[in-house]
Structures are given as structure tokens and as C-alpha cells.
């Protein structure tokens, strides 16, 4: 692991299990979270517990990446990605007492191995992004996009497909 800024408090990589040759920039906030080897992890991400980054990974700058995301191998993932794992987000339950982890279940997404993530696009809960897919910049991920696609738009949608070999 190599911190790129030594002003970046180390206290908030705390319970990460990282991988060899992983480089964190400025302001990296992860914690409980798995990081494979050889990634690059930008300045002012957030990746949060339950969150699994494969190997030869780009994060780039002002991305979040909260619990039950799991990225493969080989993505890359765009400045201002912002992941959601919840479909009905509320603050407070029905008798207005705040809600706790208890009331609610995390829908998690995955991330297929080669695929790209373009700058500010969001990925709902609940999809698959297939593998080799490519996700163009300011998308709305609000379902599942097929292997070797391109989407893009909000919602996003395809706009090609690669011939299988």
C-alpha cells in the first residue's frame, strides 16, 4: 500500500484488508472494505464496509462506493461515480422513530470485470453492470446492462453492443 499524500489521516483506511501495490491519493476514506492488488484509489473517495474493489482498478476523485458493491477485476470507474444501495431511502420509520441498520437490507451491485464507468454517472441498487460494459459519463444505471454494452442517458440506455467472438 502506498499513501501518495502523507497528510492523508492513515486512521481512516481502518479495517481495510488491501492488496499489494495499491496506491491511495489524498483524503481516501475506506473502511471495512477489501482492495486488490495493483489499484489506484483517487483523492476524496469514500468506500464504505462490505465493499469489495478487484485487482488492476481505477477509482477516480469524488467517488462513493457504499456496502454491498462489489467491483471485479480490470474497471474503471469514472470521477463523481456515486453508487446507491438503498431503492426506498427514508430517514424515519412510520411512528417517525429514526431509522437504524436493523430496518433496512442492503441491495447490493455488481461491477463485471473490464468494465467503465464514465464521470458522474449513477448506478441504482439491484443491477449487474456485464462484463467489458461501458457506462457513458452523466448515465443513470437504473438496470441491468448486458455484457459488452454501451449505455448511456437517464435512464441509461444501449446505444451498442459487441459482436460475441
Same mark, same amino acid.
Not at 499489494?20 to 476524496?44: H, L, P, R
Given at each position: 500500500?502506498?499513501?501518495?499524500? &502523507?497528510?492523508?489521516?492513515?486512521?481512516?483506511?481502518?479495517? =481495510?484488508?488491501?492488496?499489494?501495490? @495499491?496506491?491511495?491519493?489524498?483524503? =481516501?476514506?475506506?473502511?471495512?472494505? &477489501?482492495?486488490?492488488?495493483?489499484?489506484? @484509489?483517487?483523492?476524496?473517495?469514500?468506500?464504505?464496509?462490505?465493499?469489495?474493489? *478487484? +485487482?488492476?482498478?481505477? =477509482?477516480?476523485? %469524488?467517488?462513493?462506493?457504499?456496502?454491498?458493491?462489489? /467491483? &471485479?477485476?480490470? @474497471?474503471?470507474?469514472? %470521477?463523481?461515480? !456515486?453508487?446507491?444501495?438503498?431503492?426506498?431511502? #427514508?430517514?424515519?420509520?412510520?411512528?417517525?422513530?429514526? $431509522?437504524?441498520?436493523?430496518?433496512?437490507? =442492503?441491495?447490493?451491485?455488481?461491477?463485471? #470485470?473490464?468494465? !467503465?464507468?464514465?464521470?458522474? !454517472?449513477?448506478?441504482?441498487?439491484?443491477?449487474?453492470?456485464?462484463?467489458?460494459?461501458? /457506462?457513458?459519463? *452523466? !448515465? @443513470?444505471?437504473? #438496470?441491468?446492462?448486458?455484457?459488452?454494452?454501451?449505455?448511456?442517458?437517464?435512464?441509461?440506455?444501449?446505444?451498442? +453492443? $459487441?459482436?460475441?467472438?
Amino acid at each position: 500500500m502506498e499513501l501518495i499524500n &502523507e497528510d492523508s489521516p492513515r486512521r481512516a483506511l481502518a479495517g =481495510v484488508r488491501v492488496g499489494k501495490n @495499491v496506491k491511495f491519493f489524498n483524503f =481516501v476514506n475506506a473502511y471495512g472494505c &477489501e482492495i486488490g492488488d495493483n489499484t489506484k @484509489v483517487g483523492s476524496f473517495v469514500e468506500i464504505q464496509r462490505n465493499a469489495r474493489i *478487484g +485487482r488492476n482498478c481505477k =477509482v477516480s476523485s %469524488h467517488t462513493f462506493i457504499c456496502e454491498g458493491v462489489v /467491483v &471485479e477485476d480490470e @474497471v474503471f470507474i469514472g %470521477h463523481n461515480v !456515486s453508487f446507491i444501495n438503498d431503492k426506498l431511502p #427514508r430517514a424515519a420509520n412510520a411512528d417517525g422513530t429514526l $431509522k437504524t441498520d436493523a430496518d433496512w437490507k =442492503v441491495q447490493g451491485t455488481l461491477v463485471r #470485470r473490464g468494465a !467503465s464507468i464514465g464521470t458522474g !454517472s449513477t448506478i441504482l441498487c439491484g443491477v449487474t453492470i456485464g462484463r467489458d460494459a461501458v /457506462v457513458g459519463a *452523466g !448515465s @443513470v444505471v437504473t #438496470r441491468d446492462v448486458p455484457d459488452g454494452a454501451t449505455v448511456a442517458g437517464n435512464p441509461a440506455r444501449p446505444l451498442s +453492443r $459487441k459482436p460475441k467472438a
